[in-house]
């Protein structure tokens, strides 16, 4: 399970084919997966305690909040604390002469046990691609004309 979660569909397959009294090789045989991937789905399975009957009745969404449940790191103290400010700095971040590494700074004076730069930076542009979707523009070479208006006036 390293790699990508499987799809609900398959997770289904899975348990489904335990259902049935197969083993975990001819499972991972039938659906061309890893036995170790089988494995952990089933324990997953078990440790949910739920009745088979009920995750195979359950919505893809709903099956995958139950084997996927997510990070907890962004269950941490820090998290919410870093998340409450962030619309404040990307506020900051479009002012002339304001860096990620100042409002780092700024951050870790009012939380010393804070997130280092690393974590800091990846959150924050975590938060800055959902406020700022963007496009691809498919466009014949030398039909327009784009001007980039970025960074500061000369």
Known sequence: MAGKPKRMGQVKQILQLH???????????NLDISKNTVKSYLIKYRSSKLSLNTLLKMEDHALEKVFHPGNPA???????????????FETELKKAGVTKQLLWEEYRLSNPSGYSLSQFSYHLAQHLLTK???????????????????GKKL
């Open 19 to 29: 259902s049935q009294g197969c083993g975990i090789k001819t499972i991972a045989r």
């Open 132 to 150: 700022n979707p963007s496009m691809v523009l498919h466009h014949e070479p030398g039909e327009k004309l784009f001007i980039d208006y970025a």
């Open 74 to 88: 962004y269950k941490d103290q820090r998290f919410e604390d870093l998340k409450s400010m962030l619309d404040y």
